[in-house]
């Protein structure tokens, strides 16, 4: 590791340092490689532990560095590119489905869902909750809002809870013509429910994709789900079957 | 603000208090409001200053709460929607493009991009800089990567960079036929020149947007860009026009 062009910085040394450290693990680590410790890091680029820590927390926010307790900090293997949006439109829980661990229940939408769905304050609509396993690793956790207008056709349910309650109403909800669905992606911080199914604290960056399900011309069931910020990138395939397999933007941010 | 359900926690406290903070900005502040300092509300909530500062962190993350010097924490407003995929695919600058500011030079793109177009190690390809603002502020900003082979009767340019260059190598690329795009969305943090057009400190949390154009069966050009996440939710619309006027996921995280 050079520490050469530490002199002529413009911009904010950590910025700098890290451009420097991903350089360097590009060049001189292998993933999953446990980086030197914090002082002999900071001793080596002549910084004060401070700045290599805003360094080190940016490495972080772009997926380049783990920091796992009792273990230290590793070079993060590339993110794993998980599809969410395609062409081709579908209800949740149909056939070629990604997620498992399904779990229904009955609950009051968060407000701003409850305005989307158009249920009346203090309404209690279906809940399914989901979970997204990729290569062995949990990568999402989902929760489904379907009002029970979206569902009329549905038997009366004995069990409050459970995968079975959850199964019967998407496969209601799946009776119903899909209209249309719009999705939306932005940084959200996970909740204590989901770190535990996600293996985080809870807090952790999350990105979140909020789906909308249009069907009889009106919104019939809201999803949010919470995808892992640091594993996952969240790709978006409209070219009918043009895979990625490299991992372009690795170092394009 | 009550302090009532601060007690019985069994997530962490910050958590808790985060929660239960979203919930008094929700009930007793607008948008723009300046919250009482954070000595104050420590002692409001019998939070130790520490915990207080992580629930603040956790609420700017969510894009609640804005942090900026010399004001104080205010109130945030809501995200915008800005519109990044739709059905109908199109080279970038094409008409109804959002995208201004335009800047052409040449450079060497980073590798992970020029392994993805296929050119050469320290091959310099024609780059366009473009930035997209939305209700007068600067929302996201974008580099073109666009190979010399992707756009063969591109006429010898004079100029080394500008408006009329990036223009040229636009309108070139234009001709060929699109076969289609992809794209894929990740956390990022933002790079100094970036930061400063998008009016952020370098290293402030962004939503990295990537996308491929595909042109002759191969990468014709790679597009990396920033967009704001404190104050932007990205918007994938599959569904034919329907807009997303109110803010579901606003709560919902």
């Known amino acids: 590791m050079g520490t050469t062009q530490l002199e002529s ?12 450290l991903s350089e360097a693990l590009d060049s001189e680590f292998s993933v ?35 920091r796992r307790r009792g273990v230290g900090t590793t070079v993060a293997p590339p993110r794993v590119g998980v599809s969410v949006g395609t062409t081709a439109q579908a209800w949740p829980g149909a056939a070629d489905d990604s997620w498992g661990g399904l779990d229904g229940a009955e609950a009051v939408p968060p407000t701003a869902v409850a305005r989307a769905l ?8 279906h809940t399914v909750r989901r979970s997204r396993i990729f290569a062995g690793r949990p990568v999402a956790a989902e929760l489904l809002y379907i009002p029970a207008a979206s569902v009329p056709g549905l038997p009366a349910i004995d069990t409050p809870t459970g995968a079975l309650r959850a199964r019967a109403v998407l496969r209601e909800l799946q009776r119903s013509t899909l209209q249309g669905q719009d999705r939306s992606v932005e940084l959200g911080s996970v909740g204590a429910d989901d770190a535990r199914e996600l293996d985080r ?29 640091d594993t996952c990138r969240l790709t978006f395939g409209d070219s009918g079957g043009v895979e990625i397999h490299q991992d372009p933007e690795r170092h394009a941010s």
């Open 201 to 229: 604290l809870p807090g952790a960056p999350v990105l979140v994709v909020t789906t909308r399900f249009y069907a009889g011309d009106r919104t019939a069931a809201v999803s949010v789900a919470t995808y892992r910020a």
């Open 9 to 20: 910085a413009q911009e904010p040394k950590y910025w700098h340092l890290k451009t420097v």
């Open 32 to 66: 999953g490689e446990i980086l030197p410790n914090e002082r002999d890091l900071a001793a080596r680029f002549g910084v004060a532990r401070a700045t290599l820590r805003q360094a080190l927390e940016q490495l972080e926010l772009e997926g380049r560095l783990q």
């Open 118 to 125: 158009g249920t009346a304050d203090g309404e209690q609509v």
